[in-house]
């Protein structure tokens, strides 16, 4: 193998023109699969993180008339035990409602919901979206979303009047505004702690709903089982995000499919360049190939020669297009940006997606070898030899 490697590379010098196009062709397809594929998760990421990075992907929800969940604290504790699959955890109380401000004749419908802050804070990054004041500390404190608060006029630090529909009012006072990226929570959520709504609907110690985020999103399938398997409660209705976001799951699976059906014909495309390459070196070294068989070289080593042109074509090209595909998707999103100058797409680098590109390309390039591997074995060097 190490004479055959030897001479695969004195041929590749000899013909360094052909051996850099070949190279260029190589790392070009691999390139387009590394940033296609880059682009495609890139864009994947930017839409989960968008509708689904910063809600609940599994929701778990009472059958009973009054909608409570009761001994919630136990479940939670169940389902944390899964916690190579789950990643946050939040319990909540929460019931329609109004609410007035004070000077104000207008009411507002709203969904008053109560969290324990720390826990939700994993899911929503409620703490993070504040845009001025602070999380509730107390029970009668409240967040509100900004754009209730542009439509309403309240400011920090306001009273404002929580209507039920069972007639109860609460007075309650406003400790910060938060933007969560989506204007129907910002309008119509109004965020408190767990024990205020608990006592303004008369829930007890009842919690309504228990959300999660997962580790593997698309995995959520599985997550949900296991969860069943935990809870083996038949009064819980447990959904997950793909129940009520079809269309993005749809485009998700679009992307995938696109991205693999460009990949394929890239790989093919590479096979069948390389392919003819190495089959017109065998004619053009014919003579050399016969001169080494004359020499002593088995059919075997011949063979290998130009399996080895392959495999060293193959790494190269492939060291060539993960650095060309890297690049260009640096430069895109360096270029490609919102009007706030963040990037349209952020890079996103999945290492063993570029090392499962490499991997196919060195394996496609001794693929393609071994036709031309195979006829240079049937060489005969006499007939070479004496027909030039």
């Not at 019931?95 to 419908?109: C, N, Q, R, S």
């Not at 969290?115 to 929503?124: P, S």
């Not at 006029?153 to 209507?163: E, N, P």
Request: proline share 2%; aromatic share 8%; charged share 20%.
């Amino acid at each position: 193998m190490r004479l055959a490697f030897k001479i695969a590379v004195r041929f590749l010098k000899y013909t360094k023109v052909q051996t850099i196009i070949i190279f260029l062709g190589i790392a070009v397809g691999v390139s387009i699969q590394v940033f296609i594929g880059t682009l495609i998760e890139g864009v994947q990421n930017n839409l989960i993180n968008k509708t689904i990075g910063s809600s609940s992907q599994i929701t778990i929800a009472s059958k009973n008339d009054d909608k409570a969940i009761a001994s919630w604290e136990s479940k939670v504790t169940k389902i944390k035990e899964l916690k190579n699959e789950v990643k946050g955890i939040s319990a909540a109380a929460d019931f329609p409602a109004f609410v007035k401000i004070y000077g104000k004749e207008k009411t507002y419908p709203i969904l008053l919901r109560g969290f324990n802050f720390e826990d939700a804070d994993t899911i929503y990054k409620i703490n993070n979206n504040i845009i001025y004041g602070k999380e509730p500390e107390f029970d009668n404190e409240v967040l509100m979303g900004t754009d209730l608060q542009k439509e309403s006029g309240a400011k920090l630090g306001d009273t404002v009047t929580i209507f039920t529909p069972q007639g109860i009012k609460r007075d309650v006072i406003i400790t910060g505004f938060y933007d969560l990226k989506s204007s129907n929570i910002n309008k119509s959520w109004i965020l408190t702690t767990m024990k205020t709504v608990q006592d303004t609907f008369n829930f007890g110690d009842k919690a309504t709903s228990i959300e999660m985020q997962v580790k593997d999103v698309f995995n959520v399938d599985g997550v949900l089982t296991d969860i069943k398997d935990k809870l083996k409660d038949n009064n819980l209705k447990i959904t997950n995000w793909k129940e009520t976001n079809a269309s993005l799951l749809s485009a998700l699976s679009g992307h995938t499919v696109s991205s693999v059906m460009i990949q394929v014909f890239v790989l093919i495309s590479v096979i069948l360049g390389i392919a003819s390459v190495l089959a017109i070196t065998v004619l053009q070294k014919s003579k050399q190939i016969g001169i080494l068989k004359a020499m002593g070289i088995k059919d075997r080593i011949s063979s290998l020669i130009f399996l080895a042109e392959g495999l060293i074509l193959g790494v190269i090209g492939s060291i060539m297009g993960i650095l060309l595909g890297l690049t260009w998707m640096y430069f895109f999103t360096r270029f490609a940006r919102n009007q706030d100058g963040t990037p349209i797409i952020s890079l996103y680098v999945n290492y063993k997606f570029i090392m499962f590109s490499a991997l196919i390309a060195v394996l496609s390039a001794c693929i393609a070898a071994i036709i031309p591997a195979k006829n240079s074995s049937r060489l005969d060097p006499v007939d070479v030899i004496r027909n030039g």
